[in-house]
């Protein structure tokens, strides 16, 4: 049988369930993992004990020899994104004045992921209060990208990325806001999915209605497990008045086509760098249009898209829900003694900007993201997916907080050069990131966005499948240091 961390997470569901390998066994393949791997790229942090992880599998072990399974992540190894509660494990969001912070009960999120019978293991890292595409904080330090231990793994889902790509994990939940699933899984080589809007509850939250703009979602080395994780995670819950159902997905991971198939006369709108609105690092728009080129090759009609919208207009009303929205996170750790002097200035910049925030200028950013979620359902009459880069620069230096300018254009804020994202996140829709190829030193993976009309999970990830099948040769590449 092929070694225990290159199986992906439904091979090895179905060998622990053929008691073809044993989840005390898993435990201890992963553990060597972590050991090899951890130290130098810090992507799990708060990690339980060897007796007390090894204890849960010799649990799961015995469950099985009695018959029973509690579904297909029976024994299988998880580490929740550190945005997530865990019950008995810190949610600390990377922030000092939280790093005792432990969790009395787990999110919707992990608590579906353990009735599956995944064992949580610890926390993923993640930047500070998840703020920026880099995942680095005072707390736990830098995650370094798997595929390069000199830049990036990206953010804010980096540590579930680094983990998942150097088999640390088999497969990985993250959270999206401004592309925390997204961009990461593109300097990772991997598929990372933002669902529509209230697909995943996001919870349990003080505020049950707005902070839905953000949402958690499922991590994979390919679109079955991705599409197996999604439909463990997603679902109706009370608590969470805005999340629903999508009954297809139960058993969408068996029914995914093999082959590019299913590609034929799918149309594919490529808005690109919006028209030369998006700053893009050279190489990142060739990278992606290689991708097209394979759909064009499988016969999908793939043609540039004038985007819908003023960009500019659209980035101002992103700011305003940003802020609102984060705000108020922020200032409730603030409320701790000491706590502004240990937040790093991204975030104080955040908490300062939503002070001066009015209900009028909020209300109207509401309604500009109406106009615009009108606007793009009109160009879906058009098209089947939307098209455009995933991360608009190459992974960066370790040492550097963010871009400051791209192609020689200065970002006025430290996060304009994830600008990218905020499309499929304003509009609700449902959004994967696909691998795309690599930079032309063959180092760096690049992922591009493919976006489908708002509550079309299960076909973007028929379609993502079937574009899967087109990528072998990419997905083939594993990060150098795993061939070491």
Same mark, same amino acid.
């Given at each position: 049988?092929?070694?225990?961390?290159?199986?992906?997470?439904?091979?090895?569901?179905?060998?622990?369930?053929?008691?073809?390998?044993?989840?005390?066994?898993?435990?201890?393949?992963?553990?060597?993992?972590?050991?090899?791997?951890?130290?130098?790229?810090?992507?799990?942090? /708060?990690?339980?004990?060897?007796?007390?992880?090894?204890?849960?599998?010799?649990?799961?072990?015995?469950?099985?020899?009695?018959?029973?399974?509690?579904?297909?992540?029976?024994?299988?190894?998880?580490?929740?994104?550190?945005?997530?509660?865990?019950?008995?494990?810190?949610?600390?969001?990377?922030?000092?004045?939280?790093?005792?912070?432990?969790?009395?009960?787990?999110?919707?999120?992990?608590?579906?992921?353990?009735?599956?019978?995944?064992?949580?293991?610890?926390?993923?890292?993640?930047?500070?209060?998840?703020?920026?595409?880099?995942?680095?904080?005072?707390?736990?330090?830098?995650?370094? /990208?798997?595929?390069?231990?000199?830049?990036?793994?990206?953010?804010?889902?980096?540590?579930?990325?680094?983990?998942?790509?150097?088999?640390?994990?088999?497969?990985?939940?993250?959270?999206?806001?401004?592309?925390?699933?997204? /961009?990461?899984?593109?300097?990772?080589?991997?598929?990372?999915?933002?669902?529509?809007?209230?697909?995943?509850?996001?919870?349990?939250?003080?505020?049950?209605?707005?902070?839905?703009?953000?949402?958690?979602?499922?991590?994979?080395?390919?679109?079955?497990?991705?599409?197996?994780?999604?439909?463990?995670?997603?679902?109706?819950?009370?608590?969470?008045?805005?999340?629903?159902?999508?009954?297809?997905?139960?058993?969408?991971?068996?029914?995914?086509?093999?082959?590019?198939?299913?590609?034929?006369?799918?149309?594919?709108?490529?808005?690109?760098?919006?028209?030369?609105?998006?700053?893009?690092?050279?190489?990142?728009?060739?990278?992606?249009?290689?991708?097209?080129?394979?759909?064009?090759?499988?016969?999908?009609?793939?043609?540039?898209?004038?985007?819908?919208?003023?960009?500019?207009?659209?980035?101002?009303?992103?700011?305003?829900?940003?802020?609102?929205?984060?705000?108020?996170?922020?200032?409730?750790?603030?409320?701790?003694?000491?706590?502004?002097?240990?937040?790093?200035?991204?975030?104080?910049?955040?908490?300062?900007?939503?002070?001066?925030?009015?209900?009028?200028?909020?209300?109207?950013?509401?309604?500009?993201?109406?106009?615009?979620?009108?606007?793009?359902?009109?160009?879906?009459?058009?098209?089947?997916?939307?098209?455009?880069?995933?991360?608009?620069?190459?992974?960066?230096?370790?040492?550097?907080?963010?871009?400051?300018?791209?192609?020689?254009?200065?970002?006025?804020?430290?996060?304009?050069?994830?600008?990218?994202?905020?499309?499929?996140?304003?509009?609700?829709?449902?959004?994967?990131?696909?691998?795309?190829?690599?930079?032309?030193?063959?180092?760096?993976?690049?992922?591009?966005?493919?976006?489908?009309?708002?509550?079309?999970?299960?076909?973007?990830?028929?379609?993502?499948?079937?574009?899967?099948?087109?990528?072998?040769?990419?997905?083939?590449?594993?990060?150098?240091?795993?061939?070491?």
């Amino acid at each position: 049988m092929q070694a225990i961390t290159q199986l992906d997470a439904s091979a090895l569901s179905r060998a622990i369930h053929a008691k073809e390998v044993s989840c005390v066994e898993v435990m201890q393949a992963y553990r060597q993992q972590w050991a090899r791997f951890n130290p130098r790229h810090n992507a799990l942090v /708060n990690l339980r004990s060897e007796q007390d992880v090894l204890g849960d599998a010799l649990g799961a072990d015995k469950a099985l020899a009695a018959g029973e399974s509690k579904g297909w992540l029976h024994g299988i190894p998880q580490a929740i994104k550190d945005t997530s509660a865990a019950q008995g494990l810190p949610t600390t969001v990377g922030c000092r004045p939280l790093a005792r912070n432990v969790a009395p009960r787990d999110s919707y999120l992990a608590a579906r992921m353990k009735a599956a019978g995944a064992i949580v293991v610890g926390k993923t890292n993640v930047p500070e209060f998840g703020l920026g595409s880099h995942t680095f904080n005072e707390l736990f330090g830098t995650t370094r /990208n798997a595929w390069d231990d000199a830049v990036s793994a990206g953010g804010s889902s980096g540590g579930a990325c680094a983990a998942l790509a150097l088999r640390m994990l088999p497969v990985a939940d993250g959270s999206d806001f401004m592309g925390s699933l997204r /961009n990461p899984a593109a300097w990772h080589n991997l598929f990372g999915m933002r669902p529509s809007q209230g697909l995943v509850p996001f919870g349990p939250q003080a505020e049950v209605w707005l902070s839905q703009l953000g949402t958690e979602g499922p991590l994979a080395r390919n679109v079955r497990d991705l599409a197996r994780l999604l439909a463990t995670q997603s679902g109706f819950e009370y608590g969470a008045p805005l999340s629903w159902s999508e009954p297809a997905l139960a058993s969408l991971a068996d029914q995914l086509p093999e082959g590019p198939e299913g590609l034929k006369g799918l149309r594919v709108g490529w808005w690109g760098d919006l028209g030369g609105h998006l700053a893009m690092a050279p190489g990142v728009v060739e990278a992606c249009e290689e991708g097209l080129a394979r759909l064009a090759h499988a016969g999908a009609h793939v043609a540039p898209l004038k985007p819908c919208f003023d960009p500019e207009a659209l980035w101002h009303t992103w700011l305003v829900w940003r802020q609102a929205l984060t705000a108020p996170r922020i200032a409730a750790v603030m409320a701790m003694p000491g706590a502004r002097g240990l937040l790093k200035p991204e975030a104080l910049w955040e908490h300062d900007q939503g002070q001066q925030l009015t209900f009028a200028q909020f209300d109207k950013a509401s309604q500009a993201r109406s106009a615009f979620l009108s606007a793009l359902l009109k160009q879906f009459e058009t098209v089947d997916l939307i098209a455009l880069p995933a991360a608009q620069v190459w992974p960066f230096p370790v040492a550097q907080r963010w871009p400051h300018a791209i192609a020689g254009r200065t970002m006025d804020t430290y996060h304009r050069w994830m600008e990218a994202t905020i499309y499929a996140t304003l509009a609700g829709a449902p959004c994967i990131s696909v691998p795309s190829g690599f930079d032309p030193s063959g180092r760096w993976p690049m992922g591009m966005q493919l976006i489908a009309k708002p509550r079309a999970d299960a076909q973007l990830l028929r379609w993502a499948a079937g574009y899967e099948a087109l990528i072998g040769d990419w997905l083939a590449r594993q990060p150098p240091i795993l061939t070491q």
